[in-house]
């Protein structure tokens, strides 16, 4: 009963801050289980299945303030949720070890793009003169998205989300605001709620392969959902790049644990 405790604890505040910052935090559930006992390939399902409790709630919290742009989801999204229902269902095909070690990877390319200053890699890939590039206004907002960079790697995004049970949200936002110019508040909107439909694609590849445990994924899903209401409520008040910093220092030591138990 304890140990069930921590582990409810640990997704309420892992949804908090996730949804603080637009990502699922599959990142953080998938070595959750796996220090909880679960097989990889059932804590990869049970956390692609609480993402989707995870957008749904945030989402709600993001579409009342006006921080998704649903155009853009609708252009980026549908070849994301493509490629997670194909990484969901072959995630079989792949060996354990194989895919921690593609979710270490992960992690520590996604950390490092955290801290990456914001500047620095928009002023190198971000030009409205260009072909491929769209024009956005959204609210008050205008930005350039380059559409030739984005539609890829989005997709890349999806294959992963689906093959390691996560959201994609963790390479997305980094994506959005660093190589498509997207301004922080309205890429951390649109990603929650693109997180939700690329966790739905990649999580019917993982039912018909499955791996799902549907007791322990309702329940943990219903802890996701308050949590990621408590945080996208305090996420439009707080400094999103502190939050990231600190999230990337996670993902460092997340990613040194399990190297550690892949070496053994």
Not at 95 to 117: A, D, H, R
Not at 187 to 193: K, N, P, R
């Amino acid at each position: 009963m304890i140990e069930s405790i921590f582990m409810y604890l640990a997704f309420f505040i892992v949804a908090g801050i996730s949804s603080m910052i637009g990502i699922g935090g599959g990142v953080l559930y998938v070595p959750i289980l796996l220090a909880f006992g679960f097989p990889f390939y059932q804590a990869a399902a049970i956390s692609i299945f609480i993402i989707m409790a995870l957008s749904v709630s945030a989402s709600s919290v993001y579409y009342r303030v006006q921080l998704i742009d649903w155009k853009l989801a609708l252009i980026i999204e549908p070849l994301t949720a493509i490629m997670s229902l194909m990484g969901g269902y072959y995630s079989s095909f792949v060996q354990i070890k194989e895919l921690k070690i593609l979710f270490i990877l992960v992690l520590i390319v996604s950390g490092y793009f955290m801290i990456k200053p914001i500047k620095e890699i928009q002023d190198k890939f971000n030009n409205k003169r260009k072909w491929g590039y769209w024009q956005r206004k959204f609210g008050e907002e205008e930005y350039s998205v380059n559409l030739l960079l984005g539609l890829p790697i989005t997709a890349l995004a999806g294959l992963m989300a689906g093959l390691l049970g996560i959201g994609g949200g963790i390479i997305k936002v980094p994506l959005m605001v660093l190589l498509l110019g997207i301004p922080m508040k309205i890429a951390v909107g649109t990603s929650c709620f693109m997180v939700g439909i690329t966790a739905l694609f990649g999580f019917w590849g993982h039912f018909f392969a499955g791996h799902f445990e549907p007791k322990m994924a309702l329940i943990l899903a219903l802890v996701v959902f308050a949590g990621a209401q408590v945080g996208s409520r305090i996420s439009i008040k707080v400094d999103r790049i502190l939050l990231k910093k600190i999230y990337a220092i996670f993902l460092f030591l997340i990613s040194a644990w399990m190297m550690v138990n892949v070496v053994k």
